[in-house]
């Protein structure tokens, strides 16, 4: 996409918190990123934007639903991006279940990318698409003739699998992560001074925002000693929080959420407590 959409010189403008590759790859590219922050309830401030962007803005580009914080950016923002702008809004999609309200439907300016590493649970397969106008999708094709010619006529054959079970992929997805995540949010009503939890819009995981002046990825190093592996927001341009993952088994959950509870709480929590799937 970012090769067949930029040249050296041209300006991006990504939000942090947010995928990474966004934000380091164009430089690659000779193209020069501003870096600029999501509101506190992830809104996009499309006044910043334009007070950012040069002349030579080609691109705006960033996730929703967000990794890591697992917030949508609400449509009216989005639409507000690419208002009076001639600049592309690239929306990465790949958490969504229902692309037929993608903000890209009826706009020539806005690019959707998704594919079927996360809801499908598909990641080995490599295989995604672009939705946009005509002249975007060619420039993108033509990019992947010329380095990969096509893709694995196997993965395809898997991958339109699929898609033809879309909606028994999307139960699943939604089996799974239900479980998990009435336990996360059940485990951080409990703990309010250590931590909150930012309700998540769709995604596997949350956004878990620390309270205890621990630097999150101290504590995430913590927690690893004890057999738990979280994503520290270092990671993502973040040291308020961490994301943690819930798309598992019950017990595996409960399990993980223990373990948390001896690394947040290592004297225990108010009460004696101990930490409950209940």
């Known amino acids: 996409m970012f090769d067949a959409l930029l040249r050296p010189g041209?300006?991006?403008?990504?939000?942090?918190?947010?995928?990474?590759?966004?934000?380091d790859l164009p430089p690659r590219l000779g193209v020069s990123v501003t870096?600029?922050?999501?509101?506190?309830?992830?809104?996009v401030d499309a006044a910043a934007v334009t007070a950012a962007a040069g002349e030579n803005l080609r691109l705006i580009a960033l996730?929703?639903?967000?990794?890591p914080t697992g917030l949508r950016v609400e449509e009216e923002e989005l639409r507000a991006l690419v208002a009076e702008r001639d600049a592309y809004l690239l929306v990465d999609e790949e958490y969504a279940i229902d692309l037929s309200r993608s903000p890209a439907?009826?706009?020539?300016?806005?690019?959707?990318?998704?594919g079927l590493s996360k809801t499908y649970g598909l990641p080995g397969l490599r295989t995604g698409w672009v939705y946009g106008a005509p002249q975007v999708a060619e420039a993108c094709a033509e990019r992947k003739f010329l380095t990969s010619i096509a893709n694995s006529v196997l993965c395809e054959a898997l991958a339109c699998s699929a898609l033809d079970r879309h909606e028994d992929y999307a139960r699943e997805y939604h089996r799974l992560c239900a479980p998990g995540l009435g336990l996360v949010e059940?485990?951080?009503?409990?703990?309010?001074?250590?931590?909150?939890?930012?309700?998540?819009?769709?995604?596997p995981f949350a956004w878990i925002q620390l309270r205890t002046g621990e630097s999150s990825l101290a504590l995430c190093r913590?927690?690893?000693e004890a057999g738990l592996l979280l994503t520290p927001g270092e990671t993502m341009g973040s040291d308020e929080g961490f994301r943690l993952g819930f798309a598992r088994d019950?017990?595996?959950?409960?399990?993980g959420l223990r373990r948390l509870d001896t690394v947040l709480l290592p004297d225990g929590p108010p009460g004696g407590d101990g930490p409950s799937g209940d």
Do not use: K
């Open 250 to 255: 019950v017990d595996t959950v409960t399990e």
């Open 186 to 203: 059940r485990w951080a009503a409990r703990h309010p001074d250590a931590v909150r939890l930012v309700p998540p819009q769709g995604t």
């Open 105 to 114: 439907v009826g706009q020539d300016r806005v690019i959707s990318v998704s």
């Open 222 to 224: 913590r927690a690893l």
């Open 63 to 67: 996730n929703s639903t967000c990794n």
């Open 10 to 23: 041209d300006q991006v403008i990504a939000f942090n918190r947010g995928w990474q590759p966004l934000m």
């Open 35 to 43: 870096i600029l922050p999501y509101g506190p309830d992830m809104s």
